[in-house]
């Protein structure tokens, strides 16, 4: 008996749990727990999908706003620009 009321205390337990991490957005899904919480007459922000380019020295991939262009193509920092393009 003592058992069953222990697993059943560990169950509501890790419900609460859950519970909590999803109000914070810890679980990952941030942009529908927004959109479940927010009014229904709020204007919505819209979601801007954004290219990711490989940088021209090592390969990376970074969004397009935050990467630079050079003479040889697309590089992730300033170093990387500086440096140039691997073959």
Not at 29 to 36: F, G, I, L, Q
Not at 40 to 59: F, S, T
Request: glycine letters at 10%; one cysteine or more; aromatic letters at 6%.
């Amino acid at each position: 008996m003592r058992n069953i009321l222990l697993f059943i205390l560990v169950l509501i337990g890790i419900f609460y749990v859950r519970r909590a991490l999803r109000r914070t957005g810890k679980t990952g899904d941030r942009a529908a727990d927004e959109t479940r919480d927010a009014p229904a007459d709020a204007p919505r922000e819209e979601l801007v999908i954004e290219q990711m380019v490989p940088c021209a020295h090592c390969g990376l991939h970074v969004p397009e706003s935050e990467g630079l262009r050079g003479s040889g193509g697309f590089f992730c920092s300033e170093e990387h620009r500086r440096l140039g393009s691997r073959p």
